[in-house]
């Protein structure tokens, strides 16, 4: 089943697009990634996704999913609370869970991206892979069915972060979440995706669509190729 | 509800809910939902029903079951879970515990370390202060390294730009002098002492001090904003890392373009003052503007000029001190601008008016 179909997007910031004729399905389940050159439009597609910016014709449509979470780039957290309040927020906004609990299940995704301990410190006080760790985090607060992550890799020693990627796999194979993944980390694509979308800065379209061994073999733009060769899997 | 837990020959048996846990259960004591204390325990073992799919309030749950009974020293297996759920535990609680040190401090450390860092902000700011003072001889000599077109572009800033507000503040300020003398000294019949009162506190204290605290909050806010962003992008590092310093090539210029253009200002200022205090005795004192002028020439001394103009060089030197001080020091971060910009104004003004009272006592002590 497809939790998210992309149909003929044109997007951009103002008045001026960036990326047009964008088309993709994505199911349940799947690890998608967006990759592309610098400055193609890659989070600007994953700011239209998720609403934050409204696309310049075309439409993004969502099915069945029960809730998104979103990984920004440089974590966005709310430097005015603690980490542990920042990853609490969205279940204490939600109120469902008495406030113990709530605690507890912040504390436990805390330690999943490795910042157990460190719930009391405040954003200032970390460093950037941490922050963005700890955004991660306050993502996955509400159990979401999507999830989107905006170069997750960024900041992170190769440590932390093949162990994001695993993360990122057994959430995926154990909850059965979608992850849309925006990254430049050729090492982490193969690792995780199941498919990705290529954007070229260029031309200002998609230029390949599937399976990131597979594009790395025969994909018909050797822009990709050359890109995905740099790591082979 | 069914017992969650039971003992069985060595081994704690939990009965999973075919929903999984309740997450609200995260939230008590693992005794009160059934888990005796004591016993030797080597492994738990998870009954589930097949159509229990897990969450993660499944995974935190066993987390913190495992992390209570291991807290004893014995080593607890695990069995019965989905492979992804031993992932998704094995990642959590495999990950290195937070160095130690990460303990808040308690109010008597904090009281402490506020005091040591400002002495440090206080030597920094003396520092900062010799260091420009040094430089001045560079500049004379035209040997600084300061880029013309940044001295242009913090004169217009200091200047050209600052001229409507200084204008309103000071003409407003006159007139509020004027309207509250002109009612206590007209009860005397010495209503023409308005021109006094006006012309001596405006000359004196007033447009310096009101001038001062207009650039603190426009001109020496930007600075530290500026200078704080330039902070937080590593462009102060960048041009340390070139051998330049920050006090030379964006302190000094900025120092001095206040300090040069306030005297201007205060100036300008005292015009504005003196209109404001005219515009309103003349209508309700019945003053003539000749007779308010040759009043005010009477009673505003070269000395009150001078006390004016000197303080006002010495506020505009201060409020970009201050204001640079505080961009250099701020954390790299948006909100450290926000600090930085709002301690810049803050502790320009306080320092424009404990200035303004030593230049009193001094003033006091020299009869002038």
């Known amino acids: 089943m497809n939790v998210i179909s992309i149909e003929d997007l044109t997007i951009g910031y103002g008045p001026h697009p960036v990326q047009s004729a964008i088309s993709a399905q994505i199911g349940e389940g799947e690890i998608f990634a967006v990759v592309g050159d610098s400055g193609s439009g890659k989070s600007t597609l994953l700011r239209t996704m998720i609403g934050l910016l409204p696309p310049h014709s075309g439409r993004v449509v969502f099915q069945g999913a029960s809730s998104l979470g979103v990984l920004f780039q440089n974590g966005a957290l709310w430097t005015s609370m603690s980490v542990l309040e920042n990853v609490m927020l969205p279940m204490d906004l939600q109120g469902e869970l008495p406030r ?40 996955l607060a509400l159990d979401p069915g999507v999830l989107f992550l905006d170069e997750p890799s960024a900041g992170l020693d190769p440590l932390a972060l093949r162990r994001l990627d695993e993360l990122v796999l057994s959430l995926r194979d154990g909850l059965g979440i979608t992850v849309v993944v925006v990254t430049h980390e050729i090492e982490s694509l193969y690792r995780i995706a199941d498919r990705m979308l290529f954007l070229d800065g260029e031309t200002h379209r998609p230029v390949a669509l599937g399976v990131p061994a597979e594009l790395a073999r025969s994909a018909e733009s050797a822009k990709v190729r050359e890109f995905l060769s740099r790591v082979m899997p | 509800m069914d017992p969650l837990f039971k003992a069985q020959a060595g081994e704690l048996v939990v009965a999973m809910p075919e929903r999984g846990i309740d997450p609200a259960w995260l939230g008590r004591p693992l005794a009160e939902l059934g888990l005796e204390a004591g016993g030797r325990l080597s492994a738990v073992r998870v009954e589930s029903p097949a159509a229990w799919r897990w969450k993660t309030a499944d995974a935190a749950f066993f987390a913190r079951l495992l992390g209570e009974l291991e ?55 003396v520092a900062l202060l010799g260091e420009v003072v040094l430089l001045l001889p560079r500049f004379v000599a035209a040997r600084a390294k300061v880029r013309r077109a940044e001295l242009i572009e913090v004169l217009a800033e200091s200047s050209s730009r600052a001229l409507p507000i200084v204008a309103v503040v000071n003409l407003l300020m006159g007139a509020i002098l004027a309207f509250v003398g002109a009612v206590q000294l007209k009860t005397f019949g010495a209503g023409i002492y308005v021109a006094n009162l006006v012309g001596i506190a405006s000359v004196r204290e007033l447009t310096p001090i009101l001038t001062a605290i207009v650039l603190a909050g426009r001109t020496g806010a930007s600075f530290a904003a500026r200078i704080a962003t330039m902070q937080g992008n590593e462009e102060v590092d960048a041009l340390t890392a070139l051998g330049v310093s920050p006090a030379e090539f964006l302190v000094l210029p900025r120092v001095l373009a206040l300090s040069l253009l306030m005297p201007l200002l205060y100036v300008y200022g005292c015009g504005f003052a003196l209109l404001g205090g005219m515009a309103v005795s003349m209508p309700v004192l019945d003053v003539s503007a000749t007779a308010y002028v040759a009043q005010t020439q009477q009673a505003v ?31 790299r971060s948006a909100a450290g601008v926000g600090a930085a910009t709002t301690s810049a104004v803050v502790n320009s003004i306080i320092g424009v008016i404990v200035l303004d009272a030593v230049f009193a006592v001094c003033a006091n002590a020299l009869k002038v």
């Open chain 1, 100 to 139: 113990a609990a709530r605690r507890a299940l912040a504390r436990f995704k805390l330690a999943l991206v490795g910042l157990a301990g460190d719930e009391d410190r405040y954003p200032a006080s970390l460093s950037g892979g941490m922050r963005k760790r700890a955004g991660l985090a306050r993502a």
């Open chain 2, 71 to 125: 807290a004893t020293g014995q080593k607890i297996a695990l069995r019965g879970l989905p492979p992804e759920l031993e992932k998704l535990l094995a990642l959590a609680r495999g990950a290195p515990p937070a160095a130690a040190g990460a303990r808040p401090p308690g109010i008597r450390e904090r009281v402490g370390l506020r005091a040591l860092s400002q002495a440090e902000d206080a030597r920094a700011f």
């Open chain 2, 301 to 331: 001394a070269g000395a009150h000029f001078a006390i004016g103009a000197l303080k006002a060089f010495i506020f505009g030197a201060l409020v970009a001190l201050v204001g640079c001080h505080h961009g250099l020091r701020a954390p």
